[in-house]
């Protein structure tokens, strides 16, 4: 499968921004998704997971409750809502996808997924 991830752009910190993960061909839904981020100097880091059923998320710590993953399936798409936003969250934004044949099946690991998208930037501005 190929990721296309979009959204991304500068807003003021407080602010919000939808990021959005576009796969290509008609098997997305078998596909589990992350979204995974990496600031400048850092190491590349997760950030949100969901199922392919899209019952099941997992976020780091530094984002819970102010992120959100979530999964249209018509559109082959899957979203990163991200609210309240801080100038930590400043990073490139990569959507990872993985299939698998079981629908609770979930993944946070780096290792755990095949198929990237090429990444958006997000800059937050304090």
């Known amino acids: 499968v190929q990721l296309q991830a979009s959204g991304g752009g500068l807003v003021q910190a407080g602010g919000s921004l939808r990021l959005s993960c576009a796969a290509s061909?008609?098997?997305?839904?078998?596909?589990?998704v992350g979204w995974f981020r990496q600031a400048p100097g850092k190491e590349r880091e997760f950030v949100a997971t969901?199922?392919?059923?899209?019952?099941?998320?997992n976020y780091a710590d530094s984002v819970k409750g102010r992120f959100t993953i979530s999964r249209d399936v018509a559109k082959n798409t899957v979203y990163l809502q991200m609210n309240s936003l801080k100038p930590e969250d400043t990073a490139v934004y990569y959507c990872?996808?993985?299939?698998?044949?079981?629908?609770?099946?979930?993944?946070?690991?780096?290792?755990?997924?095949?198929?990237w998208g090429q990444g958006t930037q997000v800059t937050v501005s304090s």
């Open positions: 061909g008609r098997t997305f839904s078998t596909y589990a």
């Open positions: 969901i199922t392919r059923s899209g019952v099941n998320t």
């Open positions: 990872a996808a993985r299939y698998t044949s079981y629908s609770s099946d979930i993944y946070s690991e780096e290792s755990d997924f095949r198929s």
